[in-house]
């Protein structure tokens, strides 16, 4: 064995062998308009050029003579005998490292708010551009919205824009740059105590904290850092088109739980209440003639109240077409029908037209 392979296998860090996409450290010996030159210990000089250059001017211009950067390896052996670096690649190599560790560690970590759209929030992590989609969101910054529209949606979003959050590592592929985030996994295990105290059918009193509209938030009287929602289905037994129309933000109430699963709360007003369908038929009967109001129209009929609770649906096949429906039917204008069917364990009243 020759001398030169006995060094490489006895003492590597002597003559290292450079790999593509391997990260060094090089300190800068002289710089130009259109190049950087670095020495690489133990191995000769580097150059940063061409588009390299342009996209590393920021940290090439702030660096002095003298001073060590780390760089990735473009090329271990250019043409010229130089090996190619990138400074920004290096930076991102070495961001991408730290949140790989963060991940792994699996515990909070501070990301700055830079951005927001209807989705959610642009976040900024190491340097890098991660994304937290509104559902990973905690409570605290759930957009709360009546009408939960997008332009709504990011109005509220963009009011986060410039505050850090705790946040920890969903997922990461450094490849296609993506890097998703949760805020809702990051809880105090106080809070997860406190969640374990409740169960399924317990009876909670609570102040509706938020309205969005899926539903209401809910905090509770007993433990105000636990919150739950209770979904609209869940809010009464009539059709509602809002949260709004049943709870306002301040009110108190009393739900029931109905189900916990990680760590979210979900609670029902519904389940308290009387059912009024329980006693349907003897409210209803079949070929009565019953007045309603025209409530909503959908593509397969028309909604008709017929009292505070119970509404009841004339099908479209009742018209000649759904254009015909609504010249014979105006919301909010009551009518005469006749009950076609009563289903009630389908909750459904068939009406037709007299």
């Known amino acids: 064995m020759d001398i030169i392979a006995q060094l490489i296998k006895t003492r590597p860090d002597i003559l290292p ?16 308009p259109k190049k950087a030159y670095f020495e690489i210990s133990h191995v000769g000089t580097g150059i940063v050029y ?14 002095e003579v003298g001073e ?63 994304f937290l989609p509104v559902s990973q969101l905690s409570t605290e910054h759930y957009p709360r919205t009546a009408e939960n529209t997008k ?8 009011k986060l824009v410039g505050q850090e959050f705790d946040v920890k590592i969903l997922s990461i592929n450094p490849r296609t740059n993506k890097l ?19 169960k399924p059918g317990d ?5 509706i904290s938020g309205l969005a509209n899926f539903g209401a938030f809910i905090r509770f009287a007993d433990n105000p850092e636990v919150e739950g929602l209770i979904h609209i289905s869940e809010l009464g037994h009539k059709l509602i088109d809002s949260p709004k129309e ?11 739980i109905i189900d916990i699963k990680d760590n979210k709360i979900s ?10 369908w329980k006693d349907i038929e003897k409210q209803f009967k079949v070929k009565d003639v019953v007045s309603g109001q025209v409530y909503k129209f959908n593509p397969f009929g028309a909604f008709i109240k017929l009292n505070e609770d119970i509404v009841g649906l004339i099908h479209v096949s009742e018209f000649a077409s759904p254009e015909e429906m609504k010249s014979k039917l105006t919301l909010n204008e009551k009518y005469n029908f006749v009950i076609d069917a009563i289903k009630p364990e389908e909750r459904r009243i068939i009406l037709k037209l007299k």
């Open 68 to 130: 060590t950067v780390s760089a990735k390896i473009v090329d271990p052996e250019n043409k010229d005998g130089y090996v190619e670096l990138s400074l920004t690649e290096a930076d991102k190599q070495k961001a991408w490292t730290l949140i790989k560790e963060a991940q792994e560690k699996d515990e909070p970590i501070k990301a700055k708010i830079a951005g927001a759209n209807s989705g959610g929030l642009l976040v900024e992590l190491f340097d890098v551009r991660g």
């Open 203 to 207: 009876v909670v009193t609570g102040i």
């Open 246 to 256: 049943i709870v306002s933000i301040g009110d108190m109430v009393k739900a029931q």
């Open 267 to 276: 609670l029902s007003l519904k389940v308290l209440q009387e059912d009024p």
């Open 151 to 158: 332009e709504q949606t990011t109005e509220e979003l963009q």
């Open 17 to 32: 062998i450079l790999k593509k996409g391997e990260i060094v450290e090089a300190k800068l010996i002289e710089k130009t």
């Open 50 to 63: 061409g588009r390299e250059m342009i996209n590393g001017r920021d940290v090439i211009k702030n660096l």
């Open 180 to 198: 998703i985030l949760s805020e809702k996994e990051v809880m105090s295990q106080n809070v997860k105590d406190l969640i374990n105290q409740y």
